[in-house]
Structure formats: structure tokens, C-alpha cells
């Protein structure tokens, strides 16, 4: 069981997910986080790529139950847009 970080300031390729190098996305929180793991977003817009379909697109197993909460101090104000 992990605690994940993710803020719009973050960075998917730079980050490790950690509260002090956060990833930018959802996608690669997601794509990452495992059966019991958390991911703790910070307040913002996140923009997800659908690679041009138009569809976001997260293929996780439904066993897999993860947690998806605001990290401590956020109102868990977020908005998730594909683009």
C-alpha cells in the first residue's frame, strides 16, 4: 500500500510520485498505482491526452481497488478534461 502524489505542477517524466516530486497526471497515477495504493491529487485542472480518440482511456483490473483523495489541505477542488 503506496501513497501516490499528483499536482498541475508536477511533472510525469521528472516526478516519482512522491508528495515532493508529484506526477502531472491521472494516466500516469493510474497506470502506476497497484490493488490498495492511494492517490492523493492537489486542487486544479488536469488535462488527460485521449491520443486523439476523444476518449479517456484507463484500463485497470476491477480487482485492483485504488483509493483517489485530495492530499491533506486541498478543498479536493479538481477537474479532470480530456484532451
Same mark, same amino acid.
Given at each position: 500500500m503506496t501513497d501516490y502524489?499528483?499536482?498541475t505542477t508536477g511533472n510525469d $517524466?521528472? #516526478? *516519482? +510520485?512522491?508528495?515532493?516530486?508529484p506526477w502531472k497526471t491521472f494516466t500516469k497515477a493510474?497506470?502506476?498505482?497497484?490493488?490498495?495504493?492511494?492517490?492523493?491529487?492537489a486542487?486544479?485542472?488536469?488535462?488527460?491526452? $485521449?491520443? #486523439? *480518440? +476523444?476518449?479517456?482511456?484507463?484500463?485497470?483490473?476491477?480487482?485492483d481497488w485504488l483509493t483517489i483523495q485530495p492530499t491533506n489541505g486541498a478543498t479536493g477542488d479538481v477537474t479532470v478534461e480530456a484532451t
Open positions: 502524489y499528483i499536482a $517524466t521528472t #516526478g *516519482n +510520485g512522491s508528495s515532493g516530486t493510474m497506470t502506476v498505482a497497484g490493488a490498495g495504493d492511494t492517490i492523493n491529487a486542487d486544479g485542472l488536469y488535462s488527460e491526452d $485521449t491520443e #486523439g *480518440n +476523444g476518449y479517456w482511456v484507463i484500463s485497470k483490473n476491477l480487482a
